[in-house]
């Protein structure tokens, strides 16, 4: 397993020779150290993604997409390889690992068909004197960070269309999943992909490597997985430049479940939402809006079914939720629902850390939440399901709405009506009608308000990693 530094196509040690201890969270035990980059080094990884550029961009679309299918190829070979990695440094669980897989090999796929389908525009202007020619180019270098929750997909989710567009890249993976990324490097380095074209950085000093690339004016993209937080810090970094962002940040989504619902299908959809992950993902459901009416059977329910959750090493083959990332994210939903217990939330199930190694809290189901408990406007990112009682549709959207983030929804009702009405009205940049699960690599995925800048998957996502040129002429 590769766990050096990826530049030009080399494999190579931090030029300080200092490393990052990598652990699993499932035992709290150290599993490998990778390279801790320096300044000097991101200098070599873009000088590597420079080199490459022009000859990247001038690879014909058909060459690039083979690369990208070969790549998708070589993911699926090494599925179950890939699925135990993420699962040993992220600790989720191995289903939700291999699931990770699919849908992360799904992105080169999905972009080795988007490279040949790159088209243009031609029209005559309005005043019949010129033709307006639109031409669209790879943007150039981008730099590419990531979080540890989807250490495959959210990398291959930006290397995908990058490549397909043409453009060279630098990836800077989570410090607490790197080595997944390291796997992928040496995959597309074996499905054809030309030194230099893709490079990858480790580093204990993220802001200050970041600082210093995006203040080199090759860097002319900016793609960004993770808190909203971080974004905001890196979109005023950006601003010297005037660097082109995509920021895909963070979450609260809401689920809201009305009394005409197929309550099976809503329980399956809430366990989707909220466990996929073990509740560490942007999309997790982080409130559970129910209609007076179904409340105490859908709580009972999820209740029974979060309880029935088998807890334990994400790379054991039973398990069906594993720990938490660290000690920290542990630390932040223990106090989120000591929070919401403090100001009179119900403990259905759970509520506690499990006494064992390993960052573990048990699968939690809190009825009678109030409105001011802290966990309804922060993202729990954790196994914890809050559920707060609803009237009326137009309350169910004013809480759904009630909120400074705005990636996803997940709406229940058998009326499609209300459904398509409710849908129109939330303010989210993905709804799931009567369903668990949006993410999909042929659909745009993306947030509005602080959630986010910008589309990934479907040709949205191409065009983030391209500029469209305007060439004005007449014959
Ligand atoms: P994070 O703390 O924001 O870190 C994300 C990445 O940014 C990591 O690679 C991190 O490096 C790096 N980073 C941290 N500080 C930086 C700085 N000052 N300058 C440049 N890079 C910096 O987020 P996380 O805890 O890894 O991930 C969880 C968050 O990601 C949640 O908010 C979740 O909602 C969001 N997320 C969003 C989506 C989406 O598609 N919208 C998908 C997945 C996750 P280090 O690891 O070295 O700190």
Redesign the pocket.
């Known amino acids: 397993m590769p766990n050096e530094l990826f530049i030009g196509g080399k494999w190579l040690p931090s030029t300080s020779g200092n490393r990052i201890d990598v652990f699993d969270p499932s035992m709290e035990k150290l599993i490998a150290t990778v390279p801790d980059a320096t300044l000097e080094d991101a200098a070599a990884a873009l000088d590597a993604a420079h080199a490459a550029a022009a000859s990247w961009a001038a690879t014909p679309p058909r060459k690039r997409s083979d690369i990208l299918r070969r790549a998708y190829e070589l993911m699926l070979r090494d599925a179950e390889a890939i699925a135990v990695l993420i699962s040993r440094e992220n600790g989720k669980a191995l289903a939700d690992a291999r699931g990770e897989v699919a849908y992360a090999a799904e992105f080169f796929r999905w972009y080795a068909e988007e490279a040949v389908r790159i088209n243009g525009e031609i029209s005559v202007a309005p005043s019949g004197q010129a033709r307006t020619l639109v031409q669209y180019q790879p943007i150039g270098i981008a730099l590419l960070?990531?979080?540890?929750?989807?250490p495959a997909a959210?990398a291959t989710r930006k290397i995908g269309p990058a490549l397909a567009a043409g453009c060279t890249c630098v990836l800077?993976?989570?410090?607490?999943t790197p080595l997944t990324a390291f796997l992928i490097a040496q995959l597309l380095a074996e499905a054809g992909v030309p030194d230099g074209v893709v490079n990858v950085l480790t580093?204990?000093t993220?802001?200050k490597?970041?600082?210093a690339m995006l203040d080199d004016p090759r860097v002319r993209k900016l793609s960004?997985?993770?808190?909203?937080?971080?974004?905001r810090?890196?979109l005023r970094?950006a601003a010297d430049s005037i660097v082109h962002c995509s920021m895909?940040?963070?979450?609260n989504a809401p689920f809201v479940v009305f009394e005409d619902a197929d309550l099976d299908a809503a329980v399956d959809g809430a366990m989707i939402a909220k466990m996929r992950n073990g509740g560490?993902?942007?999309?997790a459901a982080n409130r559970l809006y129910v209609h007076r009416n179904v409340i105490g059977e859908f709580s009972a329910r999820l209740a029974q079914r979060m309880s029935a959750l088998v807890v334990g090493d994400g790379a054991h083959a039973t398990t069906q939720c594993g720990p938490l990332?660290n000690r920290a994210s542990l630390n932040k939903v223990a106090a989120l629902v000591d929070d919401a217990r403090e100001k009179g939330a119900r403990v259905l199930t759970g509520g506690a850390r499990l006494d064992r190694a390993g960052y573990f809290y048990a699968p939690t189901v809190l009825a009678d939440v109030p409105a001011n408990a802290a966990l309804l406007c922060e993202?729990i990112?954790g196994p914890v399901a809050p559920i707060v009682a609803f009237d009326r549709e137009d309350e169910a959207v004013r809480l759904a709405n009630d909120t400074e983030y705005g990636?996803v929804a997940y709406v229940y009702t058998r009326d499609l009506a209300r459904g398509l009405r409710v849908s129109e009205r939330i303010e989210s940049g993905m709804i799931a009608l009567n369903r668990g699960l949006v993410s999909d690599p042929a659909a745009p995925?993306?947030?509005v308000k602080q959630?986010?800048l910008g589309r990934?998957g479907a040709h949205h996502g191409l065009l983030e990693f391209m500029e469209a040129k305007y060439i004005s002429t007449n014959w």
């Open positions: 960070i990531t979080p540890w929750n989807f959210m800077k993976p989570a410090t607490e580093t204990s993220a802001g490597l970041t600082n960004f997985t993770g808190s909203t937080e971080v974004g810090v890196l970094k895909e940040l963070g979450g560490e993902a942007c999309t990332v993202e990112f990636l995925f993306g947030g959630s986010g990934e």
